[in-house]
Structure formats: structure tokens, C-alpha cells
């Protein structure tokens, strides 16, 4: 890399490429229109967050304030993320206010995170808990996968209490590609 690149870096000439937007959870229930994350009263959901950060380009930022946030959308072997679990199909760092204040929880209806297919995620600071999949991928907490070369790092997070089928594997995590702890 030359000099002049790394100053051109460093001064935020090329931050339409490399920059990241932060989206702010700013409500507690499982709404997925809530996707305006604007930092008006009442408008992110932690899955319109997510929503939002997949739509948007460069690496982004998800911040969840201490609470917990409890699934109730119920939905299976979608990808999109309107339903089930909380899918994360580009690069996102999901940060929270810390392992025992910010919990993540999937009423049993569907696991809590999937990492897609090519995809990168950084997690931080929370507790994921309370997941379950009947899915051949397995990962009743989190799934990094099930192909591609998805990347996913765990940060200072509790996963516990996460369920999958009597003969999948990963009740807790899951991962294909990259699996950083």
C-alpha cells in the first residue's frame, strides 16, 4: 500500500467504500418493519436493524442497548429475515451492552442468529439463549452456514439454553467457515 493511500485512508477520502453505518435498537419487540433505525423515537427493532444493516453496504454496526429481546415471529427455513430467526446476510458487528444486560432470545421458536453463506459476523457482549431448530444445519443458537465460506466471531457472548432435534448437532453453535471464539 503506498503512502498516499494510507493517508487518503486515514483522512476519510475513500469512506464511501470502507464506511459503516450504526444502526441503534431502540425497542425491545420483534418488529420487522421497524427498519427505519434512524435514531427517531421508537423506529429500530432488533430485527429491523439487522434488516437494515443487510440492505446497506460496507461493514455495519448493530447496537443493542441492555434489555431483552425475545423472537415472536415464528417462521422456519426462510432466509430473509421477516420470520424466525435472525438472518445476517452481509457484513455486520452485532455489539451489546454486555453478556448478562443484553439477551437475545428465541422463544423456542427458531434459532436465534444465522450467519448466510458468505457472510461475516462479529457478536458481542450478549447472551443468546433459548433457540431450538429441527433443521439437518443444526445451530439451535446461532448457525454460521450451512455453505459458503460464512465467517463468524463471538465476542464475551453466553450462548445457553439453545435446543436442536435429538440427532442434529450444535445446539449451541453451529458453524461452517470461520468460527472465532
Known sequence: ????????????????????????????DDEFAATGCTGAANDC????????????????????PAGTYTLSIPGADENDGLTGDLDITGTVTIQGAGK????????????????????????????????????????GGILSGPYGAPSLTLISVTVQNNAVAEWRSGGGVSAIGSLTL
Do not use: K
Request: aromatic share 6%.
Open 100 to 139: 448478562n444486560l443484553t439477551i437475545v432470545d428465541g422463544g423456542g421458536l427458531d434459532r436465534v442468529f444465522h450467519v448466510g453463506n458468505w457472510a461475516t459476523a462479529a457478536i458481542s457482549s450478549l447472551t443468546v439463549q433459548n433457540g431450538y431448530v429441527d433443521a439437518s444445519d443444526g445451530g
Open 1 to 28: 500500500i503506498s503512502v498516499s493511500l494510507l493517508i487518503a485512508i486515514h483522512l476519510g477520502v475513500l469512506a464511501p467504500w470502507i464506511s459503516a453505518a450504526t444502526f441503534t435498537v431502540d425497542r425491545t
Open 45 to 64: 427493532s432488533l430485527r429491523g436493524a439487522i434488516l437494515a444493516a443487510n440492505a446497506a453496504t460496507g461493514a455495519d454496526i448493530v447496537d443493542i
